[in-house]
């Protein structure tokens, strides 16, 4: 998590550094959340939902919560569920939607 606060960061800050209320590169894009993790989706999906609009960035869709699979730490391969699959075609689909 701290890579991407660290990003989005910098991305959020005015392009203009004289005008930290200017426009900044994240200023007005689409966006949504997707989560690989064993736990604490819903903890990282409330952050997010509240940073966001902070960093003045349009939410789009559900955000989508995959689990690791038990295998993958043996062999190195995610096998997301049919629902999961589901869900990321859904917000694939809601970002070039909203982009149209």
Known sequence: MQAV????????????????????A?????????????????QLFT?????????RTQIVGDFTAAHVNDSAWADGKLVLEESVLNSLEKQAQDLINAIN
């Open 26 to 42: 994240l200023q007005d894009k689409f966006v949504t959340v997707s989560s690989v993790a064993n736990a604490g989706h819903n």
């Open 5 to 24: 606060s660290f990003n989005i960061d910098w991305l959020s800050r005015a392009l203009d550094l004289s005008d930290t209320r200017g426009a900044s």
């Open 47 to 55: 952050i997010y939902k509240d940073l966001l609009p902070f960093i």
